[in-house]
């Protein structure tokens, strides 16, 4: 329950100066997940994902090795002709759909991210070749790993935040409760 040694009053004040200094960090945070929400639901994956969700997979489990393995080698074939000796992050096949894939996310000799190269599962041509990094820019910004570890921290600080908020509003809202209200006017005075 709410402690007694606070007064509505003094949980009004709390409230008020959290969300004050809150509100930059907060209007941030949501301003940058609606783009990470825009961009994951208009975005390429997303419309693979739907136009594939219904299909089913010509290869099962217990399928001959060949079943994945030529249409790597045929797609490594091909990467050798682009970026020979080229580190291999990852490697993704997407046998549903109407252009099977297999896509292929190199590194630099050095460390870190370069190129994601797409290439036709059946034949192993190169589809496209793209920059690639592991996590697009809008979710590095929104998390605050753009800015570094203080951006991290940041981020966490605004969580933080939101959750006080959300847990002094309640407590405001107990506070300024009226008894013996019946019927909606027991919730919204």
């Known amino acids: 329950m709410i402690p007694k040694t606070m007064s509505p ?3 009004r004040k709390w409230h008020r100066w959290i969300g004050f200094v809150a509100a930059i960090g907060l209007c941030f945070a949501s301003v940058t997940g609606i783009l ?16 594939t969700r219904d299909l089913v997979s010509s290869v099962r489990i217990g399928a001959p090795n060949t079943a994945w393995s030529e249409p790597m080698s045929k ?9 020979s000796g080229a580190p291999i992050d990852k490697v993704t096949l997407q046998f549903k759909g109407n252009d099977p894939t297999v896509e292929m996310f ?24 793209e ?22 921290v940041l981020s966490m600080i605004w969580g933080l935040a ?27 005075w």
Do not use: N, Q
Request: glycine share 14%; net charge positive; no cysteine.
């Open 9 to 11: 009053s003094l949980w």
């Open 36 to 51: 990470v929400a825009l961009t994951e639901f208009f975005g390429e994956e997303e419309a693979l994902r739907e136009t």
């Open 75 to 83: 797609a490594f074939a091909t990467a050798a002709g682009i970026a």
């Open 106 to 129: 190199i590194g630099k000799p050095a460390g870190g991210e370069d190129r994601r190269l797409i290439f036709a599962l059946r034949s192993g041509a190169l589809i496209r070749s």
């Open 131 to 152: 920059g690639y990094t592991d996590k697009p820019l809008i979710h590095r910004i929104h998390s605050g790993e753009f800015f570094g570890d203080g951006g991290l």
């Open 162 to 188: 939101l959750a006080t908020l959300t847990a002094s509003g309640i407590i405001v809202y107990l506070t300024m409760r009226r008894p013996g209200r019946v019927g909606l006017r027991k919730v919204f």
